[in-house]
C-alpha cells in the first residue's frame, strides 16, 4: 500500500519478493511514465502512423524526422517558458498550437543560411503569449471515433 492509501497490484512471473519487492515494479512504471507521454506525443500529435513510404527505410526516415521535430518543439516550449512565463505560474505553453506554428516555420530554418536568433525570437515570443490554464486533475476524454483508413502499420487481412 503507498502513502496516499493506494493499493499497486503489479502481476508478474518474477515470484521471488525478496529479490523482486512490489514497490520496486511501481517505481519502474512511474520512471517510464516521461517515455510513455513522449511516444503518445510522437504518435498523436505527429502522426507516427502516417508514412510517406510503405518501406521500412521511409517509416524510419520518418521516425526520425518526427523525432527531431519533437525534440526542437520540446526546446522552443522550454526556451518561451523560461524567458516569457513565472515559474509559479498555472498557466503552460499551449504544445499543439506550437506544433502548428513550428511546422510552418522549419522548412525555412533549415534551408535558411543562417536560422538566427534574430528569426527565432518573434516566434518564442508568440508561442508564449498562446497559454492554456492548467487545472491538476482535470479530464477531458475525447469521444472515440473511426479512423478514415487504416494506418501503414497494420498488415492488410
Not at 518543439?73 to 509559479?88: C, F, G, I, Q, R
Request: hydrophobic share 40%.
Amino acid at each position: 500500500m503507498t502513502p496516499n492509501g493506494r493499493v499497486h497490484v503489479v502481476m508478474t512471473s518474477l515470484l521471488d519478493s525478496g529479490a523482486f519487492p512490489a514497490a520496486g515494479f511501481g517505481a519502474l512504471y512511474h520512471g517510464r511514465w516521461r517515455v510513455e507521454e513522449a511516444l503518445r506525443r510522437l504518435k498523436h500529435r505527429l502522426g507516427l502512423e502516417h508514412t510517406s513510404g510503405l518501406s521500412w527505410h521511409a517509416a524510419n526516415q520518418d521516425f526520425g524526422a518526427k523525432a527531431v521535430f519533437d525534440n526542437l518543439n520540446a526546446l522552443a516550449a522550454y526556451v518561451a517558458t523560461e524567458a516569457h512565463l513565472d515559474p509559479d505560474s498555472d498557466w503552460k505553453i499551449n504544445r499543439t498550437l506550437m506544433i502548428n506554428k513550428i511546422k510552418r516555420q522549419i522548412g525555412r530554418w533549415l534551408l535558411a543560411a543562417g536560422a538566427t536568433t534574430r528569426r527565432l525570437k518573434p516566434l518564442i515570443q508568440e508561442i508564449a503569449a498562446n497559454l492554456q490554464k492548467f487545472v491538476a486533475g482535470r479530464s477531458k476524454p475525447r469521444t472515440p471515433q473511426r479512423k478514415p483508413h487504416r494506418s501503414h502499420a497494420y498488415k492488410p487481412i
